[in-house]
């Protein structure tokens, strides 16, 4: 059971709050911490759709008001990645956060498949970080900075920066937004630099954001959005009356509208000379996943509010015409047409079969689909094997890369971070890849030079008392014990910190 709660914050990510009382209570274990929260074993999986919150919540003071509809609407993005699906949809991905899926729940949102991926680092505004410290006392993780597509801060209109937070992980680390990260942002801020364009762009899309985010709470089906961008493109002339699509148009004005460097940004690059494109296969009645930034992008294209879209009560769509039925003999002659086709280019795919006959395949298809899957085979194109990974190049370039990294970790200023095979990676700046098992001899750098927890707790100590001399002349045991981290209730380390004082005040 829980003790107390901290107070949650206006648009806080629930990590966050975690953080905070990790920090508060002085814990180092996060077995004891996942224990304190969800009395259990339960395991803490994503940083941003947390689950089990019904143990959560079951755990709080008795007299917390605290509830799962609160932290799910208000502390997680749950709402921006879910406004454009089904209600069903929906009430199951609540549900998952509630009661627990038992595997990734990005999956089951939509994210993991995604090309649209999410930020691989926490991003957090260097003024809201300042204006947050100063007036609260500490800084918080906000749920709108996490927000895929985010590049400024809507309140302050600042770019947003990454910290050195992993965000993706599997083992999820609970880490306050402190010094450390103040530290990174006034090293790498500069190296934002984004032309007005962008900006203005940018906060337009974060405006939609903040509505999905705050305000909205209805949901549509996939049948009525497509049936509104329909409509919507019908108006603007880039959609015949009935419904078709001026495809190579819309494509055309799409890319006119955007700066090529905007959308490489919103992982939304497009090749107009390529048949699958995104923007090509995005308005269609099919059950693929649709990222919301990418809708977002779209009805900002259209010169339309998100709002608009949510409001809207019914909609058109595509009218169907109905199709005179050709003469039967008409149907046989193209039907020995279509088999003299396939006859003729023995191998040949249905795409390349299509622009071969063109005129010809859309009538068959249209007309007589049924006879059309029966004679038409399907054959698909080998894919061309991978690139065979020489793991002895990559093991002496990671190799490399890790001893550049550990140096790195050890020049930092600031309060130290452990050398283990997480830190190094993070510092390299690279997927899980990096720890395959298949680079011996940067595993074995990685096992020899693994720092054990006391070791670790001893540099600490050390930069810790060289830190508050520094700046107050003095350092307690007591002092040091909080200014390191440790919290004030460990008597193991309040043991290791006095060792310490004793060893330098010898020397």
Same mark, same amino acid.
């Given at each position: 059971?829980?003790?107390?709660?901290?107070?949650?914050?206006?648009?806080?990510?629930?990590?966050?709050?975690?953080?905070?009382?990790?920090?508060?209570?002085?814990?180092?274990?996060?077995?004891?911490?996942?224990?304190?929260?969800?009395?259990?074993?339960?395991?803490?999986?994503?940083?941003?759709?947390?689950?089990?919150?019904?143990?959560?919540?079951?755990?709080?003071?008795?007299?917390?008001?605290?509830?799962?509809?609160?932290?799910?609407?208000?502390?997680?993005?749950?709402?921006?990645?879910?406004?454009?699906?089904?209600?069903?949809?929906?009430?199951?991905?609540?549900?998952?956060?509630?009661?627990?899926?038992?595997?990734?729940?990005?999956?089951?949102?939509?994210?993991?498949?995604?090309?649209?991926?999410?930020?691989?680092?926490?991003?957090?505004?260097?003024?809201?970080?300042?204006?947050?410290?100063?007036?609260?006392?500490?800084?918080?993780?906000?749920?709108?900075?996490?927000?895929?597509?985010?590049?400024?801060?809507?309140?302050?209109?600042?770019?947003?920066?990454?910290?050195?937070?992993?965000?993706?992980?599997?083992?999820?680390?609970?880490?306050?937004?402190?010094?450390?990260?103040?530290?990174?942002?006034?090293?790498? +801020?500069? #190296?934002?630099?984004? &032309? @007005?364009? =962008? $900006?203005?762009?940018?906060?337009? /899309?974060?405006?939609?954001?903040?509505? *999905?985010?705050?305000?909205?709470?209805?949901?549509?089906?996939?049948?009525?959005?497509?049936?509104?961008?329909?409509?919507?493109?019908?108006?603007?002339?880039?959609?015949?009356? +009935?419904? #078709?699509?001026?495809? &190579? @148009?819309? =494509? $055309?004005?799409?890319?006119?509208? /955007?700066?090529?460097?905007?959308?490489? *940004?919103?992982?939304?690059?497009?090749?107009?000379?390529?048949?699958?494109?995104?923007?090509?296969?995005?308005?269609?009645?099919?059950?693929?996943?649709?990222?919301?930034?990418?809708?977002?992008?779209?009805?900002?294209?259209?010169?339309?509010?998100?709002?608009?879209?949510?409001?809207?009560?019914?909609?058109?769509?595509?009218?169907?015409?109905?199709?005179?039925?050709?003469?039967?003999?008409?149907?046989?002659?193209?039907?020995?047409?279509?088999?003299?086709?396939?006859?003729?280019?023995?191998?040949?795919?249905?795409?390349?079969?299509?622009?071969?006959?063109?005129?010809?395949?859309?009538?068959?298809?249209?007309?007589?689909?049924?006879?059309?899957?029966?004679?038409?085979?399907?054959?698909?194109?080998?894919?061309?094997?991978?690139?065979?990974?020489?793991?002895?190049?990559?093991?002496?370039?990671?190799?490399?890369?890790?001893?550049?990294?550990?140096?790195?970790?050890?020049?930092?200023?600031?309060?130290?971070?452990?050398?283990?095979?997480?830190?190094?990676?993070?510092?390299?700046?690279?997927?899980?890849?990096?720890?395959?098992?298949?680079?011996?001899?940067?595993?074995?750098?990685?096992?020899?030079?693994?720092?054990?927890?006391?070791?670790?707790?001893?540099?600490?100590?050390?930069?810790?008392?060289?830190?508050?001399?520094?700046?107050?002349?003095?350092?307690?045991?007591?002092?040091?014990?909080?200014?390191?981290?440790?919290?004030?209730?460990?008597?193991?380390?309040?043991?290791?910190?006095?060792?310490?004082?004793?060893?330098?005040?010898?020397?």
């Amino acid at each position: 059971m829980m003790n107390f709660m901290p107070i949650l914050h206006q648009d806080e990510l629930l990590y966050s709050v975690i953080a905070r009382y990790k920090r508060m209570c002085g814990m180092i274990s996060k077995i004891a911490l996942v224990r304190d929260l969800f009395d259990g074993k339960t395991v803490f999986k994503s940083t941003l759709f947390p689950q089990h919150l019904n143990k959560l919540t079951a755990n709080l003071p008795h007299n917390s008001k605290i509830g799962v509809d609160e932290l799910i609407s208000n502390h997680t993005p749950f709402n921006f990645y879910t406004a454009f699906l089904s209600n069903q949809h929906t009430d199951s991905i609540s549900d998952a956060m509630i009661n627990g899926k038992g595997t990734g729940i990005e999956a089951l949102v939509g994210v993991a498949g995604s090309r649209v991926k999410l930020n691989d680092y926490l991003k957090v505004c260097p003024v809201c970080l300042v204006e947050d410290c100063e007036n609260l006392g500490e800084g918080f993780w906000k749920r709108s900075h996490q927000i895929v597509g985010a590049l400024f801060c809507i309140k302050h209109e600042v770019p947003l920066v990454n910290s050195r937070v992993g965000s993706s992980d599997n083992i999820v680390d609970f880490i306050c937004a402190d010094q450390d990260v103040c530290d990174i942002v006034h090293r790498v +801020s500069d #190296n934002y630099n984004y &032309s @007005e364009e =962008v $900006k203005r762009l940018n906060l337009t /899309y974060l405006r939609n954001v903040a509505y *999905l985010l705050n305000v909205n709470q209805k949901r549509k089906n996939l049948s009525f959005i497509i049936n509104y961008y329909i409509d919507r493109l019908r108006e603007k002339g880039l959609a015949s009356k +009935s419904g #078709n699509l001026h495809i &190579s @148009e819309l =494509v $055309k004005a799409f890319v006119n509208f /955007y700066p090529v460097e905007y959308l490489e *940004l919103m992982q939304s690059t497009i090749d107009i000379n390529s048949e699958t494109n995104w923007l090509r296969l995005f308005i269609r009645n099919n059950n693929k996943n649709r990222s919301p930034l990418r809708h977002l992008l779209l009805l900002q294209f259209l010169g339309i509010e998100v709002e608009d879209l949510f409001e809207c009560s019914s909609t058109i769509g595509k009218i169907k015409v109905k199709a005179k039925r050709k003469p039967i003999y008409e149907l046989d002659e193209r039907r020995s047409k279509w088999l003299r086709l396939i006859h003729d280019n023995q191998g040949a795919t249905r795409t390349q079969l299509k622009d071969m006959g063109k005129g010809l395949h859309t009538w068959i298809f249209a007309n007589d689909r049924e006879w059309y899957e029966e004679v038409t085979p399907r054959i698909k194109k080998r894919k061309d094997r991978r690139e065979v990974i020489d793991w002895n190049l990559r093991d002496e370039e990671c190799l490399k890369l890790a001893m550049k990294a550990v140096e790195t970790i050890l020049s930092i200023d600031g309060k130290p971070i452990r050398i283990i095979p997480a830190n190094i990676r993070r510092a390299v700046g690279v997927k899980r890849w990096f720890l395959h098992k298949k680079l011996s001899k940067t595993w074995q750098y990685l096992e020899e030079i693994t720092e054990d927890i006391h070791s670790y707790r001893v540099r600490k100590i050390n930069w810790a008392i060289a830190d508050l001399m520094k700046k107050r002349g003095k350092a307690s045991a007591y002092q040091v014990q909080l200014y390191a981290g440790f919290g004030g209730k460990n008597d193991e380390v309040r043991k290791t910190i006095n060792e310490v004082l004793a060893t330098i005040t010898d020397m």
